[in-house]
């Protein structure tokens, strides 16, 4: 009858046994192993103490074996066809990018008011921006309208750690305002610096105490704080400047950072300034209703308004929300087109899950957009956000924008 064969080392490795026979009185002479599967003792003869199986059974089990060995080859074959596209895909789209940042290197970089708003490059920034090219690329999309320098970041940074060492100390009544904001103000910024750097991306060693990314972070945060005092620090921040210190030398993310947090929408989030943050949510709201009349009906069913999630999508700029490489992709074009695309992000993610959200209630879907699935991928989610019309009764986003400050 047919068995398995394994040899004596793979059994002893696999079982941590040695393969010694048994007594030959107890034993078949073809039968030189312990059965080491469920599969081997289908094929088994039965111990001579019971009865052997009839020719039906035996025929059986055969088939059965035939089967689960056709069925496991399938399974092979099917797993490395699979393993093989992954492979080609990866080795397509690294390809893509190696050719691509030839092209941001020596061909866009060197001409950059030129070329950054020609229809070749607008559309290869929309592929993703090879991670090579990506810091310079935001700066150079950012810029730096308040024209902070190196040396800048340098002082502010010393007057950060000035803080720091005073904390311990007592304060002179001199000290009881400095630039309009108390230094209680001040310092409760900086300890909840401290606290939220641990909360920033936390799979990531990096930016945990201890890691190599935790000092630069504390001081581009600390930094911030003491260059706006008016602003200070809030929740959400220090994810924003993670994304830039991944990406850039640590005074170019200081100064991107500055600069990007000084654009309007962000201003108008992290000043918590209700009137511009009304006039954002309404007007997300009319793309929102244009684009997906059926979801923005059931949410209107529920009184689910956009600041119960898009508020966090805002502030982190979705690096919390997103798979850090994904959020990196809606950043290469958020700083191509600006905010408008941080909210036709947002309707490219419910226009995603629009049949999910479709069947649950307001308690699921205030969860179920706090924490996206981990699975969401960056082919799928372009894929929405480029059908998404960012155009209403023939007005774009800055037009709707403008007639809802009218209203406010």
């Known amino acids: 009858r047919p068995i398995l064969a394994v040899g ?18 107890t034993r078949r ?15 088994e003869d039965r111990p001579s103490n019971l009865p052997a199986k009839s020719t039906e059974e035996a025929l059986r089990h055969r088939q059965e074996y035939d089967e689960m060995v056709a069925e496991a080859k399938k399974r092979e074959i099917k797993e490395a066809h699979k393993r093989k596209r992954i492979m080609k895909e990866r080795f397509k789209q690294e390809e893509n990018i190696a050719s691509a940042m030839v092209i941001w290197i020596n061909e866009i970089l060197p001409n950059w008011e030129g070329m950054r708003t020609t229809r070749r490059v607008r559309e290869l920034w929309w592929q993703g921006l090879p991670p090579s090219v990506r810091g310079k690329v935001w700066s150079l999309a950012i810029g730096n309208e308040l024209n902070i320098t190196h040396e800048l970041y340098e002082i502010f940074l010393s007057r950060a750690k000035e803080r720091w060492r005073s904390f311990s100390e007592p304060h002179s009544e001199n000290d009881i305002e400095d630039a309009g904001v108390s230094v209680a103000d001040r310092e409760a910024s900086l300890e909840l610096i401290k606290l939220d750097i641990s909360r920033t991306f936390p799979s990531f060693y990096i ?14 945060l600390g930094a911030y704080t003491c260059y706006r005092p008016d602003v200070g620090y809030v929740q959400g ?3 924003i400047a993670a994304v830039l210190i991944l990406n850039l030398e640590e005074a170019d993310a200081f100064i991107a950072f500055a600069n990007l947090l000084n654009k309007p929408c962000q201003l108008a ?6 009137s ?20 923005f009906l059931h949410f209107k069913s529920y009184s689910l308004t956009p600041d119960i999630y898009l508020i966090d999508w805002i502030f982190t700029l979705y690096s919390k929300s997103l798979p850090l490489d994904l959020a990196c992709r809606v950043w290469d074009v958020f700083c191509r087109d600006g905010e408008e695309f941080l909210f036709r992000t947002g309707l ?3 226009r995603l899950y629009e049949d999910v959200l479709l069947q649950m209630d307001f308690i699921h879907i205030a969860q179920f957009l706090t924490k996206l699935p981990e699975d969401i991928t960056s082919e799928k989610l372009f894929s929405c956000i480029a059908a998404i019309q960012m155009q209403n009764s023939n007005k774009k986003w800055a037009q709707v924008s403008e007639n809802n400050v009218v209203k406010c």
């Open 276 to 295: 511009m943050m009304l006039k954002y949510f309404a007007t997300f709201e009319v793309f929102f209703e244009e684009n997906l009349p059926k979801l």
């Open 237 to 239: 921040m220090s994810f």
């Open 207 to 220: 930016f945990q105490k201890g890691g190599p990314y935790h000092d630069l972070l504390h001081s581009v």
């Open 269 to 274: 989030f992290f000043r918590v300034d209700h």
């Open 29 to 43: 002479k073809n039968f030189e192993f312990e059965p080491l599967s469920t599969t081997a003792l289908i094929l």
């Open 8 to 25: 004596s080392n793979e059994y002893e490795a696999r079982t941590g046994r040695t393969c010694k026979p048994p007594p030959q009185s």
């Open 348 to 350: 490219g993610i419910l």
